[in-house]
């Protein structure tokens, strides 16, 4: 429900007054969990929005498998220790979907990790996965 931010009904039939303003500033949000699925490698030879390729970053060359169409870009705990990565808590735990179905929770970011494609620098917040 929007209205009071209980499962099992709508805004419309929520039975809760309507909340009074806040003036002691912005409530934290409740702890979510949130899915992520991943493909096979069948799979994503078949989806063209994918593009193999290369990138850089602290200097090393990596190669990388570009989503056109994702929401989130991935990371290994492996190489994040290798590259001795800045890791950041999540403020909630992300479930990962694996083509096996397995599950992998995490809630460790890379936050505005500066990756080089092309000699052009972009900032890009890497989910770290234990692979």
Excluded at 99 to 119: A, G, H, L, R
Aim: hydrophobic letters at 35%; one cysteine or more; aromatic letters at 6%.
């Amino acid at each position: 429900c929007f209205k009071c931010g209980k499962l099992g009904h709508v805004f419309s039939e929520c039975g809760q007054p309507k909340a009074q303003a806040n003036t002691s500033g912005p409530k934290p949000r409740p702890p979510t969990t949130r899915r992520v699925y991943t493909m096979t490698g069948t799979e994503a030879a078949q989806n063209n929005d994918l593009i193999q390729g290369k990138c850089s970053i602290k200097g090393k060359t990596l190669n990388v498998l570009y989503d056109l169409g994702a929401t989130h870009s991935f990371i290994s705990n492996h190489c994040v220790q290798h590259l001795q990565l800045s890791v950041s808590s999540l403020e909630t735990n992300l479930i990962v979907l694996t083509p096996t179905k397995k599950s992998i929770i995490t809630n460790k970011v890379c936050i505005d990790c500066p990756i080089f494609i092309d000699d052009r620098k972009f900032l890009v917040n890497l989910i770290c996965l234990p692979l």
